[in-house]
Nanobody, 127 residues
């Protein structure tokens, strides 16, 4: 499985960005698609995830109401629409995929060790 992110950049606070993650390879391995981020000096944290049904979706509390995850099955691509960006959203954003990770309980689904496949990351800077 290969994951390629795009769409990062620099924006002012209150602005918007849309990240994209194009997946290729074994489809069942991308049943769960997610976005994680790592800010300087902090641990990598989960931001949002979606199951292949398009209905099972989770967000970390800090982005609820501002970020929206969606998927285009035909393009095997997952998106993260980020609105009302805050300086604390500044981070490297990583796309992740796994067969089962997003179906686990809340204590496990956000654990990055549960996700098998990772992209190289795309930088988001909010000033």
């Amino acid at each position: 499985v290969q994951l390629v992110e795009s769409g990062g950049g620099s924006v002012q606070a209150g602005g918007s960005l849309r990240l994209s993650c194009a997946a290729s390879g074994d489809s069942p391995s991308t049943n769960c698609m997610g976005w994680f981020r790592k800010a300087s000096g902090k641990e990598r944290e989960g931001v949002a995830m979606v199951y292949t049904d398009g209905v099972t979706i989770y967000y970390v509390d800090s982005v609820k109401g501002r970020f929206t995850i969606s998927q285009d099955d035909a393009k095997n691509t997952v998106y993260l629409q980020m609105n009302n960006l805050l300086p604390e959203d500044t981070a490297m954003y990583y796309c992740a995929a796994d067969r089962f990770a997003c179906l686990q309980g809340p204590g496990s689904r956000w654990d990055r060790s549960q996700w098998n496949y990772w992209g190289q990351g795309t930088q988001v800077t909010v000033s």
